[in-house]
Structure formats: C-alpha cells, structure tokens
C-alpha cells in the first residue's frame, strides 16, 4: 500500500498491510545530542521507517511576516519582535526550551487588529506559496505520502486568538467584550475558508486540522460552555464548507489536559484529534472507550518512556497496542522528543513501534 491509502484504510477501520505510524521528531537541542550520539542526518532518516506524511503548517502565518527587530539585548536575554509581531524577551542560552515572557501582543485593541488582519491577512497564494503556488501543490498531490494540512498556529478560534491579544486579555475578552472576540474569529473563519477554496480548486486534501493548544496539564483555557457558545459555531461553518469539498478528514491539534472540550469539537464534526499528552493526563485507550470509533486518534504514546530505555518503551507500547490493532488510530509519540532522550533510545521506540504496527497490520489483514 502507499502511505496515502494506508492512512486512509486506517482512519476508515479497514484491513492494512501494517499499522501506520508517524513520529514527531526532536527538539533542536534533541538534535543536537542524536547527532553527538551518532546521527548523521545525510545518510540517515530520523523517521527511522515510520510512514512518510506531508505536514502543511505554515500557509496560515501573517504574511508579509514581520521584521526581526532587536529592542534591547544584554549578556543573557534578548527583547525582539518576532517575526507574528510578538514583542518577546527570550534567554540567549536556551532559546528553545525556555519559555519567553511576551511583552507586548500585536492586535490588543480593534483599531491594531483591524490593521493587522487587513496588512497580513490576506488569502494571496501567490504571496504565501510563490507565485507557482498552483505548481507546488500539484506537487504535493502527486507525492504518494498523505496530505495533512494543519493551520498552523493561525488557524482556530482561541489559539490564534491569543497569538494576537495574549491569553490574559483574550480570557477576560470573552467577558468584557464579547463582541471583539466574535469579530476576531468570524474573520479568521472567513481567512480559513478563503485559502483553503483555492487550495481545494486545484487539489484533494487528505485531512485538515484547526490549531488551538488551548489547555495545560490540569485543564483547558476556556470553559466547555464558552467553547460551545463561541467556538462551535464557527468550527461548524468552517468543518461543513471543507466536507463539501471533499475533505473527509478533519481535526484539532491542542496540547493539555482536553478531555472536557471533546464533546464540543465532536459535536462540531471533527472526526480526529491529537496528539493526547500523557502527562496531562490523556489516555488514548480511555477516549476510543468513550467516544468509541466516530473519533479517530493520532499521537498518545508517552514520550517520557522513551527517556528511561527500552523496558519502559515495551510497556508503553504494549499498553497502546489494542487500539493500534482495533484501527482509527496512527500511534506516535504525544509531542516532540525532548533533549532527555538519547538516540538509542528513539532508535529502539521507532524499531518496536514498527514491529507492533506490522504485527498489528498482519492481525487485520
């Protein structure tokens, strides 16, 4: 099978040759270690087998993106805009793994959003993709991997949001001035429909998904009742213009703890979620048995088992192995691998991985 008609009998339950299985990669400084530890990324693959996916993520950004501008810099720390228009103070050390203090968001007002989405906004694919945009996603059509659009950063209702305000102000939108709120999302609504009806003129997509990273290890951001007042409907609007269009998969990328916002992206028709971080609390196994196979799964497999060796490894695989082999499901790590993880180690996950998703392709077959 090809990677594209594996992934498609996967998310429809039907017979594989093998399980399908994605992996995430690792941090920058993560790579830095695999390559002291011995990759060498010239004459080796990191996917390490794992199927090939063509991940889309960045035709959503503000465009022209803005200039790097440095502020103030010091011996440790560095204040710049980047380039969404976030004013941020980041360590110079650790740039990566740290996290920054935003000073100060793009759009905290309507007057700044308004210019904002009319300056950066635009649904131009020449602008976005080259002016051969029309070439480049022909390309990506006749690839035998999957396409996977994902609105990167710029394509949801609260994650998007807060790249523009800041989650303090966006919170306390919703109840000082919910009409802004309703404002800023109906033109992303509209922003997300426009690029992706040129896209769907010339090409099929194999799934989409909104971004939203809108919870922590305890919790979401935004209560359920909030989510459904404002989100839904605009999920909705959006989730019945890219069905129409023959977009059979659609999901939602959010980190955290998300187990009380699931009823409404499943009421909203999206049939996918990922990637179910572990150490918030998500269980793969738990959330096919309460929402059974209408939701399909991708993600969900503890990355910190791959820190402590190949025993840990064995029992978090096997512990995901029945909804490997039940189907609706493409198993990889529930985010990035963090700089804690040799090489080794993710070289002997992505080797037992594979042998459970064969083993569990042979037993549907």
């Given at each position: 099978?090809?990677?594209?008609?594996?992934?498609?009998?996967?998310?429809?339950?039907?017979?594989?040759?093998?399980?399908?299985?994605?992996?995430?990669?690792?941090?920058?400084?993560?790579?830095e270690r695999w390559q002291r530890?011995?990759?060498?990324?010239?004459?080796?693959?990191?996917?390490?087998?794992?199927?090939?996916?063509?991940?889309?993520?960045?035709?959503?950004?503000?465009?022209?993106?803005?200039?790097?501008?440095?502020?103030?810099?010091?011996?440790?720390?560095?204040?710049?805009?980047?380039?969404?228009?976030?004013?941020?103070?980041?360590?110079?050390?650790?740039?990566?793994?740290?996290?920054?203090?935003?000073?100060?968001?793009?759009?905290?007002?309507?007057?700044?959003?308004?210019?904002?989405?009319?300056?950066?906004?635009?649904?131009?694919?020449?602008?976005?993709?080259?002016?051969?945009?029309?070439?480049?996603?022909?390309?990506?059509?006749?690839?035998?991997?999957?396409?996977?659009?994902?609105?990167?950063?710029?394509?949801?209702?609260?994650?998007?949001?807060?790249?523009?305000?800041?989650?303090?102000?966006?919170?306390?939108?919703?109840?000082?001035?919910?009409?802004?709120?309703?404002?800023?999302?109906?033109?992303?609504?509209?922003?997300?429909?426009?690029?992706?009806?040129?896209?769907?003129?010339?090409?099929?997509?194999?799934?989409?998904?909104?971004?939203?990273?809108?919870?922590?290890?305890?919790?979401?951001?935004l209560t359920p009742k909030l989510?459904?007042?404002?989100?839904?409907?605009?999920?909705?609007?959006?989730?019945?213009?890219?069905?129409?269009?023959?977009?059979?998969?659609?999901?939602?990328?959010?980190?955290?703890?998300?187990?009380?916002?699931?009823?409404?992206?499943?009421?909203?028709?999206?049939?996918?979620?990922?990637?179910?971080?572990?150490?918030?609390?998500?269980?793969?196994?738990?959330?096919?048995?309460?929402?059974?196979?209408?939701?399909?799964?991708?993600?969900?497999?503890?990355?910190?088992?791959?820190?402590?060796?190949?025993?840990?490894?064995?029992?978090?695989?096997?512990?995901?192995?029945?909804?490997?082999?039940?189907?609706?499901?493409?198993?990889?790590?529930?985010?990035?691998?963090?700089?804690?993880?040799s090489w080794p180690c993710y070289?002997?996950?992505?080797?037992?991985?594979?042998?459970?998703?064969?083993?569990?392709?042979?037993?549907?077959?």
């Open positions: 099978m090809t990677e594209r008609e594996r992934f498609h009998a996967c998310m429809r339950y039907e017979a594989v040759d093998k399980a399908p299985h994605w992996t995430w990669g690792g941090w920058p400084e993560t790579m530890e011995g990759f060498d990324g010239a004459t080796m693959d990191v996917r390490q087998g794992a199927d090939r996916v063509n991940w889309v993520g960045h035709w959503f950004f503000p465009n022209p993106p803005f200039e790097h501008q440095v502020l103030e810099e010091d011996e440790t720390h560095i204040l710049y805009v980047n380039h969404e228009g976030i004013l941020m103070r980041e360590m110079k050390g650790n740039p990566y793994s740290s996290m920054p203090q935003f000073v100060k968001f793009p759009a905290e007002t309507r007057e700044e959003f308004r210019r904002f989405w009319s300056e950066r906004m635009k649904p131009d694919l020449a602008a976005r993709l080259g002016p051969d945009w029309r070439g480049v996603l022909h390309g990506l059509q006749a690839d035998t991997a999957p396409l996977v659009v994902i609105s990167d950063r710029w394509g949801g209702f609260f994650g998007p949001l807060r790249n523009l305000v800041g989650v303090e102000r966006l919170c306390m939108l919703f109840y000082d001035d919910p009409a802004f709120i309703e404002e800023m999302m109906d033109a992303n609504a509209d922003f997300i429909i426009a690029v992706m009806g040129q896209v769907l003129d010339e090409i099929h997509v194999d799934a989409f998904a909104f971004w939203e990273d809108m919870a922590y290890k305890t919790g979401p951001l989510a459904r007042r404002f989100m839904l409907p605009r999920y909705r609007r959006v989730v019945e213009f890219l069905r129409g269009r023959g977009v059979e998969w659609i999901g939602l990328d959010s980190d955290g703890r998300i187990d009380s916002l699931i009823p409404v992206w499943v009421d909203a028709g999206l049939n996918f979620l990922y990637p179910f971080e572990v150490q918030s609390g998500m269980d793969v196994l738990q959330v096919r048995r309460e929402y059974g196979r209408d939701l399909r799964l991708w993600g969900g497999v503890d990355k910190r088992a791959m820190a402590e060796g190949p025993a840990a490894i064995d029992a978090e695989l096997e512990r995901v192995r029945p909804i490997i082999e039940e189907g609706g499901y493409i198993p990889m790590a529930d985010h990035s691998c963090p700089p804690d993880i070289v002997y996950h992505m080797a037992r991985l594979r042998q459970v998703c064969f083993e569990a392709g042979g037993g549907r077959a």
